[in-house]
């Protein structure tokens, strides 16, 4: 039986490529459609002034991919055999038109079967419609959402299924040969990496002054952060440095196996709720102890001894401080951190899940 697969963009939408598309190899996409909306230019191509991105957007991303999906949708409603679809996140990002909503409407209905997948707060968000929302709901088979927020906002769904986002890059470490090199420059340096996109930049924006006090309070050693991002980290610091690095899938993978702690601070909304902590799931995968703010999945990342819960701002600095000071302490976590990893985040196992479901 053939699925379809609707998506935004496989290699910059962070939600299509780590809850589906990196489980998909060549062996198995001849029993698939990938349906992608967003090409590769609307990414990449990015102007300084916001209306010329706002022209951006209609033409590289609005107009071809609404017709993208209707003609998808078009194609599918012709089909007389059997077969499966499977949503990320949604089908008409915010709004969708009256040919929109007949089209999804008769291709989820005669599905054989519907699976609806998202792991943020698509609702308060309102990056889904209404209508978009409550047709999935009513005929999805099987929900997966990626923590327990998210659960409580299909709920109508007698069937939901909570599946954590997580990396097959992280599969195959050797996390002993990695912290000989970590513990080799550990005397000398200590790096924090922090991996986001530009709209969580101001989360760490928030305590960067807690951070430069670390630097200050950990003598003859250089305390490194490394932002890896779409945008630029544009702040002043007395004793920590700043690095500054271009995110790319491959290169943010590099990177965290070279750091030493991971760091996610976030504030508590009903969008950062929803959040799945993947960052710090990230960096558990390699073997990195994390520093992680007190809320909503964070938690889950820091269960095992492998990492501080922060509370208040002013935490930040004495956490960096009490893992960055002892090398051994810092192994202790380091070790813990993978473990947790391979227990609850491991890619094999959700990719052994997902594809006996889809395929």
């Not at 012709?78 to 291709?107: D, H, S």
């Not at 440095?241 to 790319?248: L, Q």
């Not at 001894?305 to 202790?332: C, F, H, P, Q, Y």
Request: proline residues 2%.
């Amino acid at each position: 039986m053939r699925t379809y697969i609707f998506v935004r963009n496989k290699k910059y939408r962070p939600s299509t490529y780590y809850r589906i598309y990196q489980y998909i190899d060549e062996s198995i996409k001849v029993n698939c459609k990938i349906i992608e909306y967003e090409s590769n230019l609307f990414y990449e191509v990015k102007a300084k002034n916001r209306i010329i991105n706002l022209i951006y957007l209609i033409l590289f991303s609005f107009i071809p991919g609404y017709f993208r999906r209707i003609i998808a949708l078009l194609k599918i409603s012709t089909v007389n055999a059997p077969y499966k679809v499977f949503v990320q996140r949604e089908c008409f990002p915010r709004t969708i038109t009256p040919l929109g909503k007949l089209l999804l409407g008769r291709t989820i209905r005669r599905a054989d079967k519907v699976y609806w997948d998202f792991d943020d707060n698509i609702f308060d968000a309102k990056e889904i419609s209404k209508f978009e929302g409550k047709l999935l709901n009513k005929y999805a088979d099987l929900v997966i959402v990626g923590n327990h927020f998210l659960e409580s906002k299909v709920k109508e769904n007698k069937n939901i299924l909570v599946l954590n986002t997580t990396d097959k890059m992280m599969e195959n470490i050797h996390l002993e040969n990695i912290n000989e090199e970590r513990k080799r420059k550990f005397n000398d340096e200590l790096i924090l990496v922090w991996v986001g996109t530009k709209s969580n930049l101001i989360f760490l924006e928030q305590i960067i002054i807690e951070l430069d006090k670390a630097a200050m309070k950990i003598p003859n050693k250089k305390v490194i952060l490394r932002v890896i991002s779409d945008r630029e980290l544009g702040v002043k610091t007395k004793y920590l440095i700043v690095d500054n690095i271009k995110w790319s899938r491959s290169l943010a993978f590099s990177e965290m196996l070279k750091s030493h702690i991971g760091i996610m601070p976030l504030s508590e909304n009903k969008l950062t709720l929803g959040k799945c902590a993947f960052k710090a799931v990230q960096a558990i995968g390699c073997g990195l102890p994390v520093i992680v703010s007190n809320v909503g999945m964070n938690k889950d990342v820091v269960t095992k001894r492998n990492g501080i819960l922060i509370n208040t701002k002013t935490e930040w600095a004495d956490a960096i401080v009490s893992l960055g000071s002892e090398v051994d302490i810092w192994e202790g976590y380091s070790i813990r951190s993978r473990e947790l990893w391979l227990e609850n985040f491991n890619s094999k196992k959700i990719q052994k899940y997902i594809l006996n479901k889809l395929f």
